[in-house]
């Protein structure tokens, strides 16, 4: 019964400190802080309405997706459980546009309807790449390390359309304002903090998977996520304005095109690396 109880414990800290919910939340400050320069926080409530209980329910889901994997320190031994990190993130994605896609106005449920399609799309790539790298996740050896750099590169090309960063942003001249059209001010604030969150438990869930995290002192797997993930948001943040906004056709393109053949090479690779 004790050890039960410790499980127990062990499995709520890691759902609501470490690396769930709470972690999640100080990603999403740190991705808004490397990569735009300021890190976002929900002022002036709007919890209450359908959009803030929705971005909520987004935080949350991104926490626990966090939870199931492997990160070094994890306090109930977390497993390389990528099916159950690929369903709280898509929680966590697509929750919040449900309210956009029930306001009945043409415009707003359109910008949902185009974020759902190319994220949807981007994080099926993602943990195509991903998947299989989990599984070898404590397995870096010569002929596994390609395929775990193929996977961590098709996974990073779709990120930004994954969480709707830069060029991939909603088409203003279609739908001002995206989802969050005609939002109260604290409703858009939420809105914008829990992409934050989602975005920067999505990009540790990247780096965690596609880096030797799991080699060495669990210390040093620490030090190279924070590297990691500091390194890739600090890159996004240099290439921020500077590549145009692209339209649905051409963001798909760049997932079909370049990024998913990538993730079905490394899967290849790792695959055919682990069989040896």
Same mark, same amino acid.
């Given at each position: 019964m004790v050890h039960s109880a410790m499980e127990w414990l062990a499995l709520l800290v890691a759902g609501a400190l470490y690396p769930g919910l709470l972690t999640a939340i100080a /990603? &999403?400050?740190l991705f808004g802080w490397l990569a735009r320069g300021r890190a976002r926080w929900p002022v002036g409530g709007g919890f209450v309405s359908r959009e803030g209980v929705a971005a909520m329910g987004s935080a949350i889901g991104a926490g626990l997706a966090l939870a199931t994997l492997p990160w070094p320190l994890h306090p109930a031994s977390g497993a390389a459980a990528w099916p159950? +990190?690929? +369903?709280?993130f898509e929680l966590a994605f697509l929750l919040p546009l449900t309210p +956009? @896609? $029930?306001?009945g106005l043409p415009a707003v449920a359109r910008a949902a309807i185009r974020e759902a399609q190319l994220g949807v799309l981007a994080r099926a790539v993602i943990w195509l790449a991903l #998947?299989? $790298?989990l599984a070898a996740h404590t397995d870096w050896r010569v002929a596994t390390a390609p395929g775990h750099l193929l996977a961590l590169a098709a996974a990073l090309l779709v990120f930004p359309a994954a969480t709707g960063w830069g060029p991939f942003r909603n088409e203003e001249s279609v739908a001002p304002g995206g989802t969050a059209a005609g939002l109260p001010d604290a409703a858009r604030a939420l809105d914008s903090w829990a992409r934050d969150v989602r975005a &920067? +438990? !999505?990009l540790a869930a990247i780096v965690v998977a596609g880096l030797p995290v799991a080699v060495g002192l669990p210390g040093l #797997? @620490?030090?190279v996520t924070g590297a990691g993930f500091a390194s890739i &948001? !600090?890159?996004l943040r240099r290439i921020e304005g500077r590549v145009p906004r692209l339209s649905l056709?051409?963001? /798909?393109? !760049? &997932? /079909? /095109?370049?990024? !998913?053949p990538l993730a079905a090479l490394a899967s290849v690779v790792l695959s055919a690396a682990r069989w040896r």
């Open positions: /990603l &999403g400050a159950w +990190a690929w +369903a709280g +956009a @896609l $029930a306001t #998947g299989p $790298a &920067g +438990a !999505l #797997g @620490l030090l &948001g !600090l890159i056709p051409d963001a /798909l393109r !760049l &997932g /079909l /095109l370049w990024a !998913l």
